[in-house]
């Protein structure tokens, strides 16, 4: 079973719709949880991490659910710059050593 | 800042032979580098943890004598890729850690193929 799950996509939505990924952990154990986006052939860039509070940035809006060890991210109003792999990533201890990556989801957003 | 870069950005290169790959903190201080590796549609997979001044940790089913690791400074990490052979074509992506805090930012990355 992988660590950290993800479906793999694509999302292929139109430019303005509303997106969300889901992506599931197994070790009730990790301390911190983000989501990074990346590019074709670039390097992963982080997106925003995720809290037990949920929090929101712009367009982006992240939510975490430890009970379930669930972790989801709402895109609202996609833009064409939006089409990436989007990479849900689980720290597994307080020193940001084990990082531990999802297989990412892509999304390509249509004019 | 958090700037991390990576030389070189692409390499092609003969089996058989040995490619070495740089990893740098541009304005920051890295006690601790790590080096990643992404085959094609797949995620990032942790190779080694590098910390400055003493031996890497390799990760479960990666060979340290094939993947040679120093990080002698603060700012500097590099990864041997020794007797290359096509199999470790692949990206091959560094990050590194802050002296006191607990992000790691990712550099470009290096895209390895062996001929």
């Known amino acids: 079973r992988k660590e950290v799950e993800q479906d793999p996509g694509p999302f292929n939505v139109p430019e303005g719709a509303t997106v969300a990924f889901n992506c599931t952990y197994s070790?009730?154990?990790?301390?911190?949880f983000f989501w990074y986006r990346q590019d074709c052939r670039k390097e992963p860039k982080l997106l925003m991490s995720?809290?037990?509070s949920g929090n929101e940035d712009g367009r982006f809006t992240a939510q975490l659910n430890r009970a379930s060890q669930y972790i989801s991210l709402l895109i609202r109003d996609s833009k064409l710059s939006d089409s990436a792999t989007y990479l849900c990533v689980v720290n597994e201890d307080n020193a940001g050593n084990m990082l531990t990556f999802g297989g990412g989801t892509r999304l390509m957003v249509k004019p | 800042g958090a700037v991390v870069s990576q030389h070189p950005s692409w390499v092609i290169c003969k089996s058989g032979t040995s490619v070495k790959i740089e990893c740098r903190s541009l304005d920051f201080q890295a006690t601790t580098m790590f080096w990643y590796r992404q085959f094609p549609k797949q995620s990032l997979m942790l190779m080694a943890t590098s910390n400055e001044g003493s031996k890497a940790t390799y990760e479960q089913g990666v060979e340290k004598d094939k993947f040679l690791i120093n990080h002698a400074s603060l700012t500097l990490s590099t990864l041997t890729v020794t007797s290359a052979h096509p199999e470790d074509s692949s990206f091959y992506i560094c990050?590194?850690?802050?002296?006191?805090?607990?992000?790691?930012?990712f550099g470009p990355g290096t895209r390895l193929t062996v001929l």
């Open positions: 995720v809290y037990s």
């Open positions: 070790n009730s154990a990790s301390q911190s």
């Open positions: 990050s590194a850690r802050e002296l006191a805090g607990d992000t790691q930012y």
